[in-house]
């Protein structure tokens, strides 16, 4: 059954640049996947950031495309984020999430991980 | 970029009763890409309906999804404790994935 860990610093300094990595286990991490994050300031609803091939090709929230890159390793089966010139804003739950896609079926965001809590302040 | 209205903001019933959520696009989209997802304080979001209509693995018969175009709903049938959270329908179109802003089913 695959699961997914985001990690990263949980305390990011203003106008820094906050960097996560989700590690992919016990599943393909090929072929009809894609992968996402997708962040949840507190109290607030889900904020999807982008979502990435295994090839290696990034689709992003246009309000945060300035700042951010998607990227995957597929020799460590991971994907990264990098979201720059960060303000308290940015403060949030940042969730990995696996999108499924099967013979042209769209299934949503299927498996997700358990999320990794990051804090933009001095 | 579409936008997903759902409604209403809150919505307080009892166990046992029936949960009618809305989810409203500002244009037409493809019910082939609208998904419904479940979300619990401290936890992460489950998938509950992909299609529209199509329950995920495991998800009790209870739920339903209906719709097409600008309007899709979500029903729970017979509300059971552990159902009242917060609810998100979301859109996939054109390389990118709008949520609603969420339902939050609470008991009364």
């Known amino acids: 059954q695959v699961q997914l860990q985001e990690s990263g610093p949980g305390l990011v300094r203003p106008s820094g640049t906050l960097s996560l990595t989700c590690a992919v286990s016990?599943?393909?991490?090929?072929?009809?996947?894609?992968w996402n994050w997708v962040r949840q300031a507190p109290g607030k609803g889900l904020e999807w950031i982008g979502e990435?091939?295994?090839?290696?090709?990034?689709n992003y929230n246009p309000s945060l495309k300035s700042r951010v890159i998607i990227s995957v390793d597929k020799s460590k089966n991971q994907v990264s984020l990098k979201v720059s010139s960060v303000t308290a804003a940015d403060t949030a739950v940042y969730f990995c999430?696996?999108?499924?896609?099967?013979?042209?079926?769209?299934?949503?965001?299927?498996?997700w991980g358990q999320g990794i809590t990051v804090t933009v302040s001095s | 970029e579409i936008v997903l209205t759902q409604s209403p903001g809150t919505l307080s019933l009892s166990p046992g009763e029936r949960g009618t959520l809305s989810c409203r696009a500002s244009?037409?989209?493809?019910?082939?890409?609208l998904v419904w997802y479940q979300q619990k304080p401290g936890q992460a979001p489950r998938l509950l309906i992909y299609?529209?209509?199509s329950r995920a693995t495991g998800i009790p018969d209870r739920f339903s999804g209906s719709g097409s175009g600008t309007d899709f709903t979500l029903t729970i049938s017979r509300l059971e404790p552990e159902d009242f959270a917060v609810y998100y329908c979301?859109?996939?179109?054109?390389?990118?994935?709008?949520f609603g802003q969420g339902t939050k089913l609470e008991i009364k």
């Open positions: 979301q859109q996939y179109g054109s390389s990118y994935v709008a």
């Open positions: 990435i091939y295994h090839s290696g090709d990034p």
């Open positions: 299609g529209a209509s």
């Open positions: 244009r037409s989209v493809s019910s082939s890409y």
């Open positions: 999430a696996r999108t499924k896609w099967q013979q042209m079926v769209y299934y949503g965001l299927d498996v």
């Open positions: 016990g599943g393909s991490f090929s072929t009809g996947y894609w």
